[in-house]
């Protein structure tokens, strides 16, 4: 819309549906839509995964942290965002929480209740995502094992 770098399209790898909670830390591939609730932190599964996208719609919540690449939001964050490329914050989006972004793109009517940070280095926002906690980690359950434990 304002400037030349669009958010790569990447295919949605996963989508949480409206009415699901998920208690728990969620690692991803790819493309994340999220209709749902997620308590814990979202984050892409590898810290350089460059594609990595996350979708949160104006349904959509997190309470938790978010460590992308990319991030579309229109819904709530309740916690700070970690956008190592791009973060676009659409007419909905609400986020409780410090915002440390590389670029940004902001509509009007959204939020940020929380500090901006700008932020061009990717080792930083790679010391951010090292933050977590070992219990945090700990707590980290992959989609694709549930599903193969079935």
Do not use: P
């Not at 909670?21 to 690692?27: A, L, Q, R, T």
């Not at 579309?72 to 915002?99: D, F, H, M, P, T």
């Not at 080792?123 to 359950?141: G, I, M, P």
């Amino acid at each position: 819309m304002f400037g030349k770098k669009k958010i790569k399209s990447s295919k949605i790898d996963t989508l949480i549906g409206h009415g699901v909670e998920v208690f728990g830390d969620i690692k991803f591939h790819g493309g994340l839509h999220l209709d749902g609730k997620v308590t814990g932190n979202v984050s892409s599964a590898q810290q350089q995964d460059a594609g990595a996208v996350l979708v949160v719609s104006d349904k959509g919540r997190i309470e938790g942290d978010v460590h992308v690449a990319y991030a579309i939001i229109n819904g709530e964050v309740e916690g700070n965002v970690y956008a190592a490329e791009k973060l676009e914050l659409s007419a909905r989006a609400r986020i409780s929480g410090n915002v440390y972004y590389n670029l940004l793109e902001m509509a009007s009517g959204a939020e940020i209740n929380g500090s901006m940070l700008h932020e061009t280095s990717e080792n930083r926002f790679l010391e951010h995502k090292d933050d977590l906690s070992d219990e945090s980690v700990s707590n980290v359950h992959h989609l694709d094992d549930v599903i193969v434990s079935q």
